[in-house]
């Protein structure tokens, strides 16, 4: 079983780092569409994984449940800003108020269930 964690361990820190690496990538390059919607993306991506890379080597219950809280911040932006990056790189134009309160609505009842 330790074995499994420490793959698991490894592997999460590894896309941790690559993914703070992706973003500062995609952020020199902001004036394309979507590239700065792209770089935050790649920020929560990496709080997220590094967060639960954290939470898996952690012994301690409270220490788990701290980093676990912690990666839900990323595992709550990411499809926000999934959607957002889809909508600014296709150039479409949507109303982006409406779409986000309703979207945050969804999400709200479905987190409720």
């Known amino acids: 079983m330790a074995d499994i964690l420490d793959i698991l361990f490894y592997a999460s820190l590894v896309a941790s780092v690559l993914s703070m690496l992706l973003s500062y990538v995609v952020w020199?390059?902001?004036?394309?569409?979507?590239?700065?919607v792209f770089s935050l993306m790649m920020i929560a991506t990496a709080i997220w994984t590094g967060a639960y890379a954290i939470e898996i080597s952690s012994s301690a219950?409270?220490?788990k449940?701290?980093?676990?809280?912690?990666?839900?911040?990323?595992?709550?932006?990411?499809?926000?800003?999934?959607?957002?990056?889809?909508?600014?790189?296709?150039?479409?134009?949507?109303k982006q108020e409406k779409?986000?309160?309703?979207?945050?609505?969804?999400?709200y009842k479905w987190r409720k269930l």
């Open 99 to 107: 779409l986000g309160r309703q979207f945050g609505w969804q999400y």
């Open 61 to 63: 219950y409270n220490t």
């Open 28 to 36: 020199q390059r902001r004036p394309a569409a979507g590239a700065s």
């Open 65 to 94: 449940m701290f980093w676990s809280r912690i990666s839900h911040i990323g595992v709550i932006l990411v499809p926000v800003l999934w959607f957002s990056f889809a909508n600014k790189y296709s150039k479409i134009k949507l």
